[in-house]
């Protein structure tokens, strides 16, 4: 559990916690959208935020419970394709695999099948297995459905994960979903209608990889390097807020 100080030298007990997370699928199923959409709520349909590199990941800080924070930390692969050792590097060190398919496009959903191999490949039955789960995006398409509720949900079964839809152009149930993710991440029960509730006043934080901020002095490379290994509790780090001089928590 880690403690958080206010100016009174009380701690209240704040547990923050912090998980990698992984978004695989094919391109154009809306990887980057989602991720955008989620860490600031912001759909760019001219996608002016395409990478320059080839991995990125962005943060976002959610309020879990009372006294539970949770960071998760979304790489998106960019346009790397399946089997690039670059992306192996990366889900090595992962919390969490999300698999999106774009429930317009038949043959992104067939090749999750692929995107499982290659996950397994990294994670084999006999080591620790990551949190998983189902993505059908782009639902305010639904009209052009390729893709039936019965086979995405048979996807989710084979492999027991979990699933979900959503629109990252709406923002339709893309928070609800993530909190999900993250409570189930942090190993908190909380029935989906209560988050669903709650997901509008959830968000409390994001910050954007970028080489030249710094956070207490760290680069966001600092960051990475500290939270590569599987973060259960990663450390929240301190400040003093210039104006009031309180001390604040960020989280990293
Ligand atoms: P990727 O990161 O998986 O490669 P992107 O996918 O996020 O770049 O999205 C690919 C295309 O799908 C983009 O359109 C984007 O605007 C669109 N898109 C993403 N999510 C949704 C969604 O929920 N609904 C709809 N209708 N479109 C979505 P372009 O035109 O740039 O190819
Ligand atoms: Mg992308």
């Not at 600031?40 to 962005?58: A, M, N, S, V």
């Not at 924070?69 to 692969?77: E, G, H, T, Y």
């Not at 695999?97 to 084999?124: A, C, G, H």
């Not at 409390?204 to 966001?220: F, L, M, P, Y």
Request: hydrophobic share 35%; proline share 2%; glycine share 6%.
């Amino acid at each position: 559990m880690q403690k958080q100080f206010d100016d009174d030298g009380d701690n209240d007990d704040l547990d923050v916690k912090q998980f990698k997370v992984i978004f695989l699928g094919d391109g154009a199923v809306g990887k980057t959208s989602i991720i955008m959409r989620f860490t600031k709520d912001h759909f760019d349909p001219e996608q002016r935020y395409k990478q320059t590199i080839g991995l990125d990941f962005f943060l976002k800080q959610l309020q879990i419970t009372e006294k539970l924070q949770v960071s998760l930390q979304c790489w998106d692969i960019g346009g790397q394709t399946i089997g690039q050792k670059m992306i192996k590097n990366y889900l090595r060190g992962s919390n969490a695999i999300l698999f999106v398919y774009d429930i317009t496009n038949q043959s992104s959903f067939q090749n999750l099948e692929n995107w499982m191999t290659f996950v397994k490949e990294v994670f084999p039955e006999s080591e620790k297995q990551p949190y998983m789960a189902l993505i059908g995006n782009k639902t305010d398409l639904g009209y052009q459905r390729k893709v039936s509720v019965e086979e995405h949900s048979a996807f989710a079964d084979k492999y027991g994960i979990r699933f979900f839809y959503m629109s990252a152009r709406t923002g339709d149930n893309v928070l609800p979903a993530m909190i999900k993710v993250a409570s189930d991440l942090a190993d908190v029960k909380k029935p989906y209608v209560e988050i669903e509730r709650e997901a509008m006043a959830a968000s409390v934080a994001t910050i954007q990889r970028d080489h030249e901020t710094t956070i207490d002095g760290k680069t966001s490379d600092d960051i990475i390097a500290s939270s590569s290994q599987p973060s259960k509790g990663n450390k929240e780090s301190k400040s003093k807020d210039k104006k009031s001089g309180k001390e604040k928590c960020i989280i990293l």
